[in-house]
């Protein structure tokens, strides 16, 4: 890391010091991430009702018209009793080891989900952390690596993509690409615009041929967003890797579940894996699939 020599040579000479930052910031950031996944899309929809409603010139009735909710308030709390989360009731995976699951408070059961969520976290800023080493480029993956958890539950949730999180995301490829980032910035445009208009296309010619949707427009500005991160290059193999883990797992969820052949699936899920995984891989996968081996 350039902007702090001492910091950087400390961190390679000690990495399991590096690597113990990394894994409790990837709990804490994915404690965080809980709270995104479950209030963007509620934030989303108020505002949604709220436009609606000053559109038709109608009174917003109701109790949630009067109730303020953002990133930050309320304070965490349970949702069935509103006991107010202790900070000790809020560590990491710890917490809910220490608590078995349940709210101190009223005993109903925690949702798995939060821990696993913080623990995919942790798992993964480790692997990015393994995979960049101590340098400056880390904080951005790391961002990057974040914000596609974030956007592949929610996707599988609400089937959202939203643009408060892929439009950021979009821009700040293409502002790393052109002060620090590996991808030049000619390739980092041509990587959005081609991500974007790549599905585009296909939403178009399969609308045309079936009179459906296939997707939402969420799923362009996500692969525009990592055709900024990755560049246009990259496109190829995200696809390929996102198209052939979307159609195995949605039809071992069709037989598990017993979900109708018709009903949509969140296709961003596979698509942020697919960049993930390319960000890390990407140029190896290239050559073994694209190229005909090494």
Not at 260 to 272: E, I, K, T, V
Request: charged share 15%; aromatic share 12%.
């Amino acid at each position: 890391m350039t902007e702090s020599p001492l910091l950087s040579e400390f961190l390679r000479e000690y990495p399991l010091y590096f690597y113990l930052f990394v894994g409790a910031l990837g709990l804490i950031v994915g404690s965080f991430l809980n709270v995104v996944i479950l209030r963007l899309p509620e934030m989303m929809q108020r505002e949604w009702r709220s436009d609606c409603h000053a559109l038709l010139d109608l009174e917003d009735s109701g109790a949630v018209a009067d109730e303020k909710l953002s990133l930050s308030f309320p304070g965490s709390h349970c949702p069935h009793c509103q006991h107010a989360i202790k900070p000790w009731e809020n560590i990491p995976v710890i917490s809910f080891l220490a608590l078995r699951g349940r709210c101190s408070s009223c005993a109903t059961a925690i949702s798995w989900r939060y821990p696993a969520v913080e623990l995919a976290t942790a798992v993964a800023s480790l692997t990015v952390a393994f995979h960049i080493g101590v340098e400056l480029s880390l904080i951005a993956y790391l961002l990057l690596t974040w914000t596609l958890i974030a956007l592949a539950v929610i996707d599988i949730d609400t089937q959202l993509l939203p643009d408060d999180l892929t439009l950021p995301l979009l821009w700040a490829g293409l502002l790393f690409n052109v002060f620090l980032g590996p991808v030049s910035p000619v390739d980092a445009i041509l990587g959005a615009a081609g991500g974007y208009l790549l599905l585009w296309s296909i939403y178009w010619l399969f609308k045309l041929a079936t009179g459906k949707e296939g997707m939402g427009y969420g799923d362009f500005k996500l692969l525009a967003a990592l055709g900024a991160w990755l560049g246009w290059q990259s496109l190829p193999i995200i696809i390929l890797l996102s198209s052939a883990v979307g159609a195995v797992l949605g039809i071992l969820i069709i037989a598990a579940q017993g979900k109708d052949r018709s009903q949509p699936l969140p296709f961003g899920p596979y698509l942020a894996t697919a960049g993930w995984i390319s960000l890390l891989w990407g140029s190896a996968l290239s050559t073994l699939f694209l190229d005909g081996g090494p």
